[in-house]
């Protein structure tokens, strides 16, 4: 294999999450891909086509991003690490190789930047302070807000959203082979570690959902991934519409089904009766029957009574959020 080429694996198996979730433990996020941008041009390049301003993607700072297509809609939700003159992104594995061929149609017109999965590269997902303590000692104590970043020598340790219910989370992002003695830390599952982003409002997009929606309907502008004041990049100017005009009548929401049948899937519709008013992103179920799912719903239709296509009985229980979408507020008051 090459460095140019992303590691191939089978699509990730999520077995049941723990419920209730863990509060400490560590997982190897074999889901996503770490990708490494190099070369003179790699700034420029990525300002033109990412939602994030590259001037504030430095040390101690890892900010999320989207790559949109010129209608505005994501194909990529990403977070920037500054590696020296270099920049590290991460992308689902089952989206990585569309994404990088897509990207680099764009970077042909930066001679001497490349883009190369780093396939000795892994991302550690790690639940509670415990775990994270016992990677940046003291240095933690820095890591208070989603992004915040401290440089190992075993990588970056990047502070993300904490949950809801205010379990903190920490991602390490380790570019290149090197192991960690994280045994004092239970291993949990990709599952668990799935759930722990729901809780947060975190969305994954897959091959079923890329290219569906504007960021913000994702609440991605919420999670620091959009930068309203930055110069042009593909997408921008539906982005920048969207938000400026007041324009979003849909959004990112998180819903539990008390007794599940199935694990709806990512694409699957959301019922109001019989009409469709959004779309499952993400879903995980746990062991005691139940599932949580992130999804995109119509502003109008999300106090209502909702259901996934094809479990009529499986009420959906609207969950909390860890971050105020204030656009739902505007839309209300328009609609009214």
Known sequence: ??????????????????????????????????????????????????????DDVKTGTSPRAAGATPKGRAYCLTRLV??????????????????????????????????????????????GNEAASSLGGEGLNS????????????????????????????????????????DSIPEKTLADWQASEIAAGVPILSTATSESYVPQMLNWQHLNGVHFKKGCYTGQEVIARMHFLGQLKKSLFRFRIAKANSIPTPGTSIMAGERSVGEVVNAVGFDNGSCELLAVIRHDAANGELLTDGQPEALLEQQPLPYSVTERKDSAREDT
């Open 1 to 54: 294999m090459t460095g140019t080429e992303v590691p191939v694996s089978d699509t990730p198996v999520y077995t049941s999450a723990e419920f209730p979730p863990p509060a400490s433990g560590h997982i190897l996020l074999t889901n996503r891909v770490l990708v490494r941008i190099s070369g003179p041009g790699t700034d420029k390049f990525l300002q033109g086509q990412l939602s994030q301003n590259l």
């Open 82 to 127: 500054r590696d020296g003159d270099d920049i590290l992104m991460d992308l689902p594995s089952e989206l990585a190789e569309s994404i990088m061929t897509h990207l680099r149609k764009y970077m042909m017109l930066f001679r001497g930047t490349s883009m190369t999965a780093q396939t000795d590269g892994k991302i550690i997902g790690l639940l």
């Open 143 to 182: 890591l208070t807000s989603p992004g915040d970043t401290l440089v190992l020598d075993s990588g970056f340790l990047i502070r993300t959203e904490d949950t809801a219910e205010w379990l903190p989370r920490f991602e390490l992002w380790q570019p290149g082979a090197g192991n960690l003695k994280l």
